[in-house]
């Protein structure tokens, strides 16, 4: 079973770039979500989604885009890199929003 | 202050020891998560709780609604264990609220 899968596992971007980092899942779960993961912070919930064609905000969205066209991507868009943005990124999924949750392998982003 | 509090943040022992992890929270949670990070940076689920207690092989996660206050047993520990472990809460939905994680190394 693939569970979550990311990619790419790492990126190197120029600061201004655009880049998709790409999540999909094939547990038929509704329930998705990005975090990054930076020294000393623990992970921050990036976007949420609930469902096909449901996005919501989390703690630190800015700079970042969303959109859930079907129910097994979800992906995450930075619209113009910046040297912020440097961080280790998780999808992960659940089956409701009281379940277990099951996490990709992470994708290490690096911005110069 | 944080919203979710762990400790310690770094914890040693040595093999056969019997380690616990604590997770305080200051906010209503539907349910709490307990997660394992390995060195190679993978993240997997070890326990969900919304009350009582669970167990599964060596390991034993407990909560108390009331006093906001989770805590995470590993009996008999051993140096495959040594990983970074996260609490994590659910506000709603799974939208998750992370502590910044205990470093755990296990000494043969």
């Known amino acids: 079973n693939a569970g979550v899968t990311q990619t790419p596992k790492f990126q190197v971007l120029k600061t201004g770039q655009s880049m998709t980092l790409q999540c999909a899942q094939d547990?038929?779960?509704?329930?998705m979500s990005w975090y990054r993961q930076d020294p000393g912070m623990g992970l921050r919930l990036i976007h949420y989604?609930?469902?096909?064609?449901?996005?919501d905000q989390g703690e630190v969205p800015n700079g970042y885009n969303v959109s859930r066209s079907t129910t097994e991507d979800f992906p995450l868009r930075l619209l113009s890199a910046a040297p912020s943005q440097t961080s280790v990124y998780f999808c992960a999924s659940s089956s409701t929003g009281l379940a277990e949750a099951f996490f990709g392998q992470g994708t290490r982003l690096t911005v110069v | 202050k944080n919203e979710v509090e762990q400790s310690p943040q770094n914890l040693t022992a040595q093999e056969g020891e019997f380690i616990t992890i604590n997770c305080s929270y200051s906010?209503?949670?539907?349910?709490l998560h307990w997660l394992q990070q390995h060195p190679g940076g993978g993240i997997v689920s070890l326990f969900m709780l919304s009350s009582g207690k669970k167990k599964h092989g060596r390991l034993i996660a407990t909560i108390n609604i009331q006093e906001k206050h989770s805590s995470l047993h590993i009996t008999a520990s051993h140096p495959r264990d040594s990983a970074v472990y996260i609490c994590a809460v659910a506000e709603y939905g799974n939208k998750l609220v992370f502590g910044a994680g205990t470093i755990l190394r296990v000494k043969s």
């Open positions: 547990m038929n779960h509704e329930y």
């Open positions: 906010v209503g949670i539907s349910a």
């Open positions: 989604s609930v469902g096909a064609g449901i996005t």
